[in-house]
């Protein structure tokens, strides 16, 4: 059965996730992050529905990705990546919950020396993180460092290009 109906050539499904009232939904691009209430978000249940925004990118971002938090006041981190190999690990406390469709808060102070982010990943805050490069190559990172939203991290990693993160 249809669950969303795609109007146009292009339209796609970017993220979609299951929860109760309590979960919550982040979007992330590829310089700010938004946090919104599932309660904010209608159900999508016919072929007519169209989905809802989720974040309002601005000019120039990328979608990385979107995480469904099923308990929001479990010990929570998202863990943010940069092209030059910054990686830092940010308590979900550090995002409001803002409403839908908004432009989110900033994840990183980017700068030449960080580049841009490349890679979210949304667990708990002490497990190890993997990291896979665009030729497959693998890294597992333990000891992430916990810092704020507006903080670089540390440069840790050494990959060709990162286009995935893990929390495991």
Do not use: C, Y
Not at 67 to 73: E, F, R
């Amino acid at each position: 059965s249809i669950a969303i109906g795609l109007s146009g050539e292009g339209d796609a499904v970017l993220f979609a996730g299951v929860g109760d009232d309590k979960a919550e939904a982040m979007f992330f691009t590829s310089s700010r992050a938004i946090r919104i209430a599932s309660e904010d978000v209608n159900p999508q249940a016919t072929s007519s529905a169209r989905g809802v925004a989720g974040i309002k990118p601005r000019k120039g971002d990328i979608l990385l990705g979107g995480a469904l938090i099923p308990d929001p006041n479990a010990k929570i981190g998202i863990v943010v990546v940069t092209k030059t190999g910054f990686i830092k690990r940010v308590p979900l406390g550090e995002f409001p919950v803002q409403g839908r469709g908004g432009q989110g808060v900033l994840l990183l102070n980017q700068t030449r020396a960080t580049g841009p982010l490349v890679a979210v990943a949304v667990g708990p805050m002490d497990d190890d993180v993997d990291l896979i490069g665009a030729a497959g190559k693998r890294q597992r990172l333990s000891g992430v460092p916990v810092e704020n939203r507006a903080n670089r991290g540390e440069k840790l990693v050494e990959l060709e290009e990162v286009v995935e993160a893990w929390v495991l």
